[in-house]
């Protein structure tokens, strides 16, 4: 079972970077379920439904699972927002940023981790995985953000917005589960950590760009244009980057367990 | 000859440009990003000072900053910055709601226009429940008791016995860890009993005792060491956490025909 498991894994990361090459060499220009990432996410959904029945728990204890899931994350929301020919160009580095924490996942050890007595309560999986979903949101916005930065398109546009506006949603989510849980396990829904103020800089980031499309277009320094908005998309994902993996591994956390 | 409302007073005129920078949305793009720079700062300088910040959630917040929030200016002006960016946010989510809704009441508007506000408007009790929460909230950190003994709760009156510890490594598939069987006395009447781990605080007016640590004496004696925290407004925070999250969900229907 464990052996099994681990072939759907290595089979979804196998399909993923055929994806990237594909794409990277132009050999490729099929959408949604056409595609090798699309078929990666069904694998990749068979790994974790797998290992989630054989742990007991959520797989999203540990590095390995979490950027595992990051990555199954950033397939589903770039199969949700790019599922059309007219957002076709932002598959490249889409399937790009799918592959990476794929690739990085699959350096470490795979072992099955026990979960944590601090870990074990359904608020756990609810709020990581929405935290993740909302992760998963924000990188196709920097796929969606980046191209619409290189070579425009309205589609591209509106899919970059929806990437912002469904990854509030789900981070939102998150950030309620894990409130919750926070209030449960250690008397108050925020403290005063790291990653806690992470989160919250997160939030009040993208709470602010889906505000940014509701500007009229001015001129003079910023501008608030399109593209002031669509630079702002692509540079959420740095934000992610800092709190997500870089606050976690960085700094002493909350989320240590 | 040009009508008297044609040039309003200079009050007027400031009081419009300032009502039009609050409720404006180009203000909150600049606000949320003063709190973001204010944030990472803090992430970063809360580690250097660990004297400092390390006791922040040790009490309510309250309390602490008026024990530390002015001590040492330097590495504290990220949360003042932090604290005042909230505080424009949460004026400029008011103005900005109650700009657009008098408007909006002013015509006819498709239902989905209100959700956002309603969003604002948890936002705003959210805030506010942090505020009474950080005003009007008590905790009580490291109350250490042995099995078997008792140890005074705070200023609440009340004692807390450790009957029983259970502190033995969780069973493979029952990760419950350790577990403490306490009893909450006022004098020799007993309030409340329980068993206390990990996500399982035990309730009692307000209060919730939870699990921190746990070891053994140099006698040989079990001991746990509980946290006592009451936050009055968890339940305001939540319900608008709720209300958010509902609306949130509504404005995205019509977005998936519609874009967002």
Same mark, same amino acid.
């Given at each position: ?116 007595p601090e870990?074990?309560t359904?608020w ?55 409130g919750i849980w926070a209030y449960y396990a250690w008397g108050s829904y925020w403290i005063w950590t790291?990653?806690e ?57 909350s989320?240590?367990? | ?18 009502? %039009? @920078? *609050?409720?404006?949305?180009? /203000?909150?793009?600049?606000?949320? !990003?003063?709190?973001?720079? &204010?944030?990472? +700062? ?12 390390g006791d922040m959630d040790a009490g309510a917040f309250a309390d602490w900053f008026a024990r530390k %929030? @002015? *001590?040492?200016?330097?590495? /504290?002006?990220?949360?003042?910055? !932090?604290?005042?960016?909230? &505080?424009?946010? +949460? ?38 429940a942090c505020l009474a929460g950080s005003l009007y909230g008590d905790r009580i950190p490291g109350v250490s008791v042995p099995r078997g003994m008792f140890a005074p709760v705070g200023g609440t009156g009340w004692v807390l016995r450790l009957d029983r510890f259970e502190g ?8 419950m860890g350790p577990a403490a069987s306490v009893t909450l006395f006022r004098d020799t009447t007993p309030l409340a009993r329980g068993v206390v781990r990990a996500n399982a605080p035990l309730f009692h007016a307000g209060y919730g005792i939870y699990l921190k640590k746990y070891g053994?004496t140099?006698?040989?004696v079990p001991y746990a060491v509980f946290d006592v925290n009451r936050d009055p407004a968890a339940p305001a925070a939540l ?22």
């Amino acid at each position: 079972m464990s052996a099994v498991q681990l072939l759907l894994f290595w089979m979804s990361f196998a399909a993923y970077a055929a994806e990237a090459v594909l794409r990277l060499v132009g050999a490729s220009r099929a959408t949604g379920g056409k595609t090798p990432l699309f078929a990666g996410a069904l694998l990749h959904a068979g790994f974790l439904g797998m290992r989630w029945g054989i742990e007991g728990h959520a797989p999203m204890a540990g590095l390995f699972e979490s950027l595992t899931v990051y990555s199954f994350c950033c397939a589903v929301a770039g199969l949700l927002l790019l599922g059309n020919a007219e957002t076709e160009s932002a598959w490249k580095p889409m399937s790009v940023l799918v592959l990476l924490p794929q690739a990085a996942a699959a350096l470490l050890d795979k072992r099955l981790v026990p979960l944590s007595p601090e870990l074990s309560t359904p608020w756990f999986a609810s709020h990581v995985g929405f935290s993740l979903l909302g992760y998963g949101f924000f990188t196709a916005g920097l796929a969606l953000g980046g191209v619409y930065l290189l070579r425009g398109g309205e589609p591209v546009y509106r899919a970059a917005g929806k990437s912002a506006l469904y990854g509030f949603t789900a981070f939102s989510g998150g950030m309620l589960c894990g409130g919750i849980w926070a209030y449960y396990a250690w008397g108050s829904y925020w403290i005063w950590t790291p990653k806690e103020i992470g989160s919250a800089i997160v939030w009040v980031y993208f709470a602010a760009l889906t505000h940014l499309k509701f500007l009229p277009s001015q001129t003079g320094w910023p501008g608030w244009t399109k593209r002031v908005e669509m630079g702002a998309t692509a540079a959420g994902y740095a934000v992610v980057l800092l709190v997500f993996p870089g606050v976690s591994l960085l700094l002493r956390s909350s989320h240590s367990f | 000859m040009p009508r008297p409302e044609a040039y309003p007073s200079l009050g007027r005129r400031i009081l419009h440009r300032v009502w %039009g @920078f *609050l409720a404006s949305i180009e /203000t909150c793009a600049w606000l949320s !990003l003063a709190f973001c720079l &204010a944030g990472a +700062a803090g992430s970063v300088t809360m580690g250097r000072y660990p004297g400092l910040f390390g006791d922040m959630d040790a009490g309510a917040f309250a309390d602490w900053f008026a024990r530390k %929030g @002015f *001590l040492d200016p330097a590495p /504290t002006s990220w949360l003042y910055g !932090l604290l005042l960016a909230t &505080a424009l946010l +949460a004026a400029n989510t008011a103005c900005c709601t109650a700009d657009r809704l008098v408007r909006l009441f002013r015509g006819a508007f498709p239902a989905r226009r209100l959700l956002p506000h309603v969003m604002h408007a948890a936002f705003l009790c959210v805030l506010l429940a942090c505020l009474a929460g950080s005003l009007y909230g008590d905790r009580i950190p490291g109350v250490s008791v042995p099995r078997g003994m008792f140890a005074p709760v705070g200023g609440t009156g009340w004692v807390l016995r450790l009957d029983r510890f259970e502190g033995g490594p969780p069973l493979p598939g029952y990760p419950m860890g350790p577990a403490a069987s306490v009893t909450l006395f006022r004098d020799t009447t007993p309030l409340a009993r329980g068993v206390v781990r990990a996500n399982a605080p035990l309730f009692h007016a307000g209060y919730g005792i939870y699990l921190k640590k746990y070891g053994t004496t140099r006698w040989g004696v079990p001991y746990a060491v509980f946290d006592v925290n009451r936050d009055p407004a968890a339940p305001a925070a939540l319900a608008a956490a709720l209300l958010f999250t509902a609306a949130n969900l509504l404005y995205l229907i019509p977005s998936r025909r519609s874009d967002a």
